[in-house]
Every structure is written in structure tokens, then in C-alpha cells.
């Protein structure tokens, strides 16, 4: 039969009703008419809600609690399930349909959540994310975060855009129990809080839910600090009370994921240190920048890692990453990364299965404080040292489990022997 490409995908040239409007890996086998009309009118009922969570009218426009409607009112956007070959028939058939890609407002909508695929360009040879994707993918849900509360296409509430100003991250802390692989499904929840006019801070958690019976899992956290930026003159600026104010209705405070005081105090100055690595350098391109006209924070963490050995990734897994950004980085600039592993007054700190290095991005042919951009320091662990540790906790669980199963056994048999004791004795 004659195909043809229709607006929703491929169709038959004689009969456009054969098929329905499904994707075209689904079009394998022939559906029976009355499965056609019972899976149409499910569509339809599907597409009475928005499929965007913020594609809406009052999201577009709108600020605070008509995006925060919008967003609840719009749910997860339409999907299908996955693909598989029937054991029976042997034809390929579609599982239950899963929330792929979706955004919610929870906790009275005080917490953003959201659920990101893992795509194949997010991997790298072992499959796994990496540090870098982590970066990105919680920036996304936090300016998605933003979205939802000041309009679509605006990171700051009106007052802050009326005076110039935006919001910039001067700390990010990063640490992780374990990366998502290609195809999983990673949740991500994230919270803001503004304590004071200085600084905001804001906060993720990131979860897995892959087990067999829809188990989760937490996979890492993250925590940052941010603060006003007058976009014009370039320098730090005040919150304006109006804006903490209409924050303070949406955020979730005296809530942190890694601790109240985590991402405190300066990192080193390595640029004197000994065994500090060969710079490798990086020319700022047009696409390594952001709305705000200077490299994005996702770009300066590729920066920092790229700096490490090989020999570490080798042997050891990234297990957390700090980062104090110190000044902006624009167009056209030469930066040089370097990294050293972190020393103290009486030598390496270095402990078997943990490594500690400390990061630092430097403006090329600069001098001084005019040369810093970025300090960091990044913790590596072992290759399977998180896994020994599980299996040493297992067996201390185990031993103790037992014992305290032989000491109940050991009471239990001295009470039976008493009783037959005092039975004996009656007896006499």
C-alpha cells in the first residue's frame, strides 16, 4: 500500500484510518478498528490538559501563584511506555506509558520537582553520567524552578529586572553517591531560601527510581549560594526587599540537603603549591555563554576536571566537587586550568581510598587577583570502595544480628531450665 507523511506521522495513502496517532516504532503490527477508537478517545482525554507544564497562558505572562496553577494544573506531558516483543505472539507490543519527562510543584509548592532522561550524549565510555551532566542537569531544573514562579523565559521577578539586576551563583557544592546511567530516569527536587538581603541559597536532592518493584534510591545532593548582580555596572548588588519578600511565599526555609554550614570559608591559592599540573588551557567561545553575557557555571565545571590525570579517573570515581566562583569570564578570554592534590603543613592529605585535589582557573596573561576566575576543590574515591564499605557494615550488621540472636537463645534456655526446675521441685 501507498505511504505517505502525514501531519502526525506516517499514513496510509488509501486509508488514513489504518493506523492511529502513535509513533512510528509502534507501527509494526495491524491494530484491530474497535482497539483504534478506544485508543483515540484515550488521546483525546490525554490532550485536554496542557501537555507543558508551562506552556500556559498565566505561565507566559504571569507571576507567582497563577505559574504556580498553571504548573500544577498541568501535569506530566503525554508519553508512551516502552517497547518490547511479546513472548507469546512475537510481535512488538507497548508497555504501560511512564512519566519520561515531567515537572511538578510539591510541598504546598514550595519544592520544584522534575524527571530527566539520561540521554546517550550525557554518557561517557562506562556508560555513566558525569560530573559535568550533574551540573547541567540541576541548573536546568532550577531555572525551570524560576519559570514557573516569575514567567516563562525570566530567571528574576519583575522588581529585579525593572532595576538591572539578576542572579548569579558565587558557590556550588556537589556531592554524589552514584551516577545515573544512559536510559535512567533521574527526579530532581530543588528549594530556595533567602535568609537576608546579602545572598540566596538553594538546594537539590537527586533520586533514582529504577528498582523492580519502583524502588528509590538517593543518588547525591547539592547545595549554592547566590547573589544579586547589577547586569550594567558589572558588580554585586543587593537583594531588594520587595523581591524577598515575595520569595519568602514560595521558598523553604531552614531546609539544607548537605548541612546549614556546608560550602563555608575560602579555598586555597594553589598557584605557589608543589606538583601542580601542566595548565591546560581553554579559549572562551561564543556558545560557552549565557544569558547573563559571561560563561556559564556548567562550562567552568568541564574547565576544573579537565586539568585531572588520567590516571585518577583510571582508579578513582569523582565522589564530590566544591567550587567558589571569584569573577565572571567573558568573550574572547584565554583561561588555564590547573589542579594539584591538597597539601598540608606536614604533607599530603591523602588517605588510601580517598584523594583530595584543589582546582583553580586562571585568566591567561594576567597577574595576581586579576588572573583568579574559579577555586575548587574536588573528592575522589576508590573504584569499589563505597561497595566495600557496604559489605564491611553488612557483615558488622550480620555478626551483630547473630549474637544478639544467640543471647536471646542463651535466656530463653536458661528460663526453660529454671522451669523445669521449680516443675522438678514441686513434684519432690
Not at 551540573?135 to 525593572?162: D, F, K, Y
Request: with cysteine; proline share 4%.
Amino acid at each position: 500500500r501507498g505511504l505517505s507523511w502525514g501531519g502526525r506521522g506516517l499514513r496510509s495513502a488509501k486509508d488514513k484510518d489504518s493506523f492511529p496517532s502513535l509513533p512510528l516504532a509502534h507501527r509494526v503490527t495491524r491494530i484491530p478498528r474497535q482497539q483504534q477508537r478506544a485508543k483515540r478517545a484515550q488521546d483525546q482525554g490525554r490532550t485536554d490538559s496542557p501537555p507543558s507544564t508551562l506552556s500556559t497562558p498565566e505561565a507566559k505572562v504571569g507571576e507567582g501563584e497563577a505559574n504556580t496553577a498553571a504548573l500544577t494544573r498541568g501535569g506530566a506531558p503525554r508519553s508512551h511506555g516502552e517497547f518490547g516483543v511479546d513472548d507469546e505472539s512475537g510481535v512488538l507490543v507497548e508497555s504501560p506509558p511512564q512519566a519520561w519527562h515531567s515537572r511538578e510543584l510539591v510541598n504546598q509548592g514550595r519544592v520544584f520537582s522534575e524527571t530527566f532522561p539520561i540521554r546517550y550524549d550525557e554518557v561517557g565510555p562506562d556508560k555513566q553520567t558525569t560530573m559535568r551532566t550533574v551540573a547541567s542537569m540541576i541548573q536546568e531544573c532550577a531555572c525551570n524552578h524560576v519559570q514557573s514562579m516569575w514567567g516563562r523565559a525570566q530567571s528574576t521577578p519583575r522588581a529585579m529586572r525593572e532595576a538591572n539586576l539578576a542572579f548569579v551563583c558565587t558557590r556550588l557544592h556537589i556531592e554524589m553517591r552514584e551516577y545515573p546511567q544512559w536510559g535512567d530516569q533521574v527526579k530532581v527536587n530543588t528549594w530556595l531560601d533567602v535568609p537576608g538581603r546579602a545572598t540566596a541559597r538553594r538546594d537539590w536532592e537527586m533520586v533514582l527510581c529504577n528498582g523492580p518493584a519502583g524502588e528509590c534510591r538517593a543518588l547525591g545532593a547539592a547545595t549554592s549560594r547566590w547573589v544579586a548582580f547589577n547586569v550594567e555596572t558589572r558588580r554585586m548588588a543587593r537583594i531588594p526587599a520587595a523581591v524577598i519578600e515575595q520569595v519568602t511565599t514560595q521558598a523553604l526555609p531552614n531546609c539544607h540537603a548537605m548541612g546549614a554550614g556546608c560550602g563555608a570559608g575560602k579555598l586555597r591559592d594553589i598557584r605557589e603549591a608543589a606538583g601542580l599540573s601542566k595548565p591546560v588551557r581553554h579559549a572562551v567561545r561564543r556558545s560557552d555563554m549565557d544569558m547573563n553575557g559571561h560563561v556559564n557555571n556548567v562550562v567552568f565545571t568541564g574547565w576544573l576536571l579537565e586539568a585531572v590525570p588520567q590516571k585518577m579517573y583510571d582508579h578513582f570515581d569523582l565522589a564530590a566537587l566544591e567550587i567558589e566562583f571569584l569573577s565572571e569570564c567573558s568573550y574572547g578570554e584565554e583561561v588555564d586550568a590547573v589542579s594539584c592534590r591538597e597539601v598540608a603543613g606536614e604533607g599530603l592529605v591523602v588517605e588510601e581510598d580517598e584523594v583530595r585535589v584543589a582546582h583553580m582557573l586562571l585568566k591567561h596573561g594576567a597577574q595576581g587577583r586579576d588572573a583568579e576566575r574559579v577555586r575548587a576543590r574536588s573528592v575522589w574515591k576508590r573504584k569499589g570502595f563505597l561497595r566495600v564499605q557496604e559489605k564491611e557494615m553488612a557483615t558488622i550488621i550480620k555478626h551483630a544480628w547473630r549474637r544478639n540472636q544467640l543471647e536471646r537463645e542463651m535466656t530463653m534456655g536458661a528460663k526453660m531450665k529454671m522451669r523445669r526446675d521449680d516443675v522438678a521441685a514441686l513434684s519432690r
